[in-house]
């Protein structure tokens, strides 16, 4: 989640850091600090808040050479051990304030390794796990000559003596031109430059300067200068990372006149629901995923299904239950990753494991596929994140395309998630001989056509964002659906939770009398997902029923329905026209008013749309 930049080059190393923690404030988080080498000095500065607080000192400082320092290092804190205070606010220092560290994930064994610390008396500056760190390479280093070589050393020394996940970068005073970097189960990348080289947990930070990348593997130590790029296992054995060319510019990460990434996003999704299709079908009618370590008889062998995810990705794999189930016959559970393992599910090698992560870094996705992979359970991975941990360690992959995605509450990603797990159940299907190539070309012909539908959904959005300033009032929102409305329901009370921190339930419709309607009260509003009457009409028909049921006790029905649906009009107050289109992929059409409403809502409350309180992008601890 934490934010981290490291810079070694000619530019001002204060500059580069700031401009791409800026870059990475979408990840979330609640301080911000900055740590330059200069004349031999170690300069810090740090802040709880937001980074312009930050910015706000470094423009008091009277340290001019913090701005002309060339090396330095940078990080956007999410609390975990110790409060949103600048005492904890990284980087942090060790006791004689030769080094400062910075550090993303969580130090599990950090207790002991204080305890020992302070029985040797170090005293600690912060309530930190990380401060650990700082103080172990500081007595690793005590009585060595600085070098970059010896900083890396240390370094290597350290991470063998550290349990948990982490990301952590360095810098010695006694080594000014270099800064080094360490992984475990956390992103860290290297940005390639000519004369200049950076270190970041996302390449959007160093994008502007440079679009060649080196993703490091697990555990490996990377030392960087200006000039150079050394990599190296824990061990001290070099290594290789994995080089590849960005393919997205740094345009792509600004707002492009929208006054929210999320509004940006919504509107860029017929695009990348169309790149997340784009070259699926081979010469002979195949299915093509990205990368596949299983044989075809791997497939076929297959007797369950575990779709395990985490928020918005958990229900697009709702969704995908009910694709995946009616196209291959295998039956698919979907599981919340957090819970996935602690209940001791029932896997083998006939098990598949489908883990969907928007980052690649999901914790508890990532500790729900090592479990799965330690009961010999094959693994397919859905992911934006070209080389992240999670298709790293799965058996096969399917990459969405979606490129970055920066407000916190994920919307692209969901529209191309869906369409990368219905990817992956024709591919069963095919694979399998439940479905011959022209019934798969068929289903790819419909789900192509999804962009166009998309698009003219986002042309008719004007009386939904008119119904959201009405509102902005409400003390809650309820949503209904019915089989794949249900989870579009959930995800649209996820999104009004996540943005507007109002009370937003979504309920199975049929559900209601069970219990739910018991909140309906005079103009409590309630989103109804309608399917269509030509696919479902039985389910249609139990929907309307239930429409009647909330608005006969008070409710204000919104309504979202298909064109051509005459049935829901007389119990609309306001009804929402979608295209006509396939009953299992109706969530393409169905979500999007429910982002537009949700992000409209949140903004007419006054609240930051992109940044939510206590959420983050990228949810790399457990």
């Known amino acids: 989640m934490c934010g981290i930049v490291g810079y070694v080059g000619t530019q001002s190393a204060l500059g580069v ?28 500065a740090k802040k709880a808040g937001k980074l312009s607080n930050l910015e706000k000192a470094l423009a008091e400082s ?32 060790s006791a004689d304030g030769r080094i400062a560290v910075i550090h993303n994930g969580i130090i599990e064994n950090f207790a002991r390794l204080r305890a020992q610390l302070q029985a040797e008396g170090v005293e600690f500056a ?35 003596k550290l349990e948990g996940a982490f990301t952590l970068l360095a810098v010695d005073a006694q080594a000014p031109g270099a800064v080094v970097g360490a992984r475990r189960n956390s992103p860290l990348v290297v940005g390639r430059g000519v004369g200049e080289n950076f270190l970041a947990s996302d390449v959007s930070a160093f994008i502007e300067h440079t679009r060649e990348a080196v993703e ?24 290789q990372g994995r080089d590849y060319h960005v393919d997205w510019d740094a345009r792509a990460a600004e707002k492009g006149g929208y006054d929210w990434f999320m509004l940006k996003e919504i509107a860029e999704q017929p695009q990348v629901v169309a790149d997340t299709l784009r070259g699926r079908i081979g010469e002979t009618g195949e299915i093509m995923l ?52 602690y209940r001791d599910p029932v896997l083998d090698r006939s098990t598949l494991v489908v883990a969907i992560s928007q980052s690649g870094e999901t914790m508890d996705t990532l500790m729900a596929l090592r479990h799965a992979k330690e009961q010999k359970a094959r693994v397919l991975a859905i992911c934006n994140t070209n080389g992240s941990t ?62 166009d539908k998309i698009e003219k959904v986002l042309g008719t959005m004007d009386p939904v964002r008119e119904l959201a300033r009405e509102l902005a009032t409400a003390s809650t929102v309820l949503f209904i659906g019915r089989h794949v409305g249900y989870p579009v329901a959930l995800e649209g009370a996820l999104k009004l939770k996540e943005l507007a921190y109002m009370h937003a339930e979504g309920f199975a419709a049929g559900e209601l009398k069970h219990g739910p309607i018991a909140l309906i009260d005079h103009g409590t509003p309630v989103v109804c997902v309608v399917p269509s009457p030509a696919g479902r009409g039985v389910l249609h028909d139990k929907i309307v029923s239930n429409i009647q049921e909330v608005r006969a006790r008070g409710a204000r029905t919104i309504v979202i329905a298909e064109e051509g649906d005459e049935a829901v009009v007389p119990y609309a107050d306001l009804l929402v026209r979608v295209p006509r289109t396939p009953t299992l992929l109706a969530p393409f059409v169905t979500t999007v008013p429910l982002q537009v409403l949700a992000a409209e809502i949140a903004a007419s409350r006054g609240h930051d749309v992109d940044q939510p309180r206590n959420l983050a992008k990228s949810v790399t601890v457990e």
């Open 17 to 44: 850091v700031v401009d791409g923690l800026r870059r990475l404030e979408y990840r979330g988080y609640d301080s911000a600090g900055v740590a330059v080498l200069a004349d031999g000095r170690l300069l810090l």
């Open 62 to 93: 009277a340290e001019a050479e913090l701005r002309s320092g060339l090396a330095g290092i940078g990080h956007t804190r999410w609390a975990t051990h110790g409060g949103p205070t600048d005492r904890n606010a990284h980087p942090h220092l």
């Open 126 to 160: 912060s309530d930190t796990d990380t401060e650990c760190v700082s103080h172990l390479l500081a007595a690793e280093l005590a009585g060595v000559p600085g070098s970059p070589a010896a900083l890396a050393e240390a370094m290597r020394k350290v991470c063998g």
């Open 216 to 239: 490091l593997g697990q555990d490996q130590v990377v030392l960087i200068t200006a000039d150079a790029i050394e990599i190296t296992d824990f061990d001290g054995n070099p290594a």
């Open 290 to 341: 990205d990368e596949v370590r299983l044989t075809d008889q791997d497939l076929r062998d297959v007797d369950k299904i575990f779709i395990v995810a985490c928020g918005t990705a958990y229900h697009a794999g709702l969704v995908a239950k009910y694709a995946i189930e009616h196209w291959t016959r295998i039956p698919c559970e979907v599981e919340l990753a957090s819970e996935f393992r």
């Open 390 to 451: 999670i298709p790293r360690e799965s058996d096969a992959v399917l990459y969405t395309h979606g490129g970055p995605e920066i407000a916190v509450a994920s919307t692209k990603a969901f529209l191309t998630q869906l369409a990368a797990c219905f990817l992956v159940g024709l591919h069963l299907a095919q694979v399998r001989g439940v479905k011959y190539a022209d019934e798969v070309a068929a289903v790819v012909a419909q789900l192509q056509e999804m962009p």
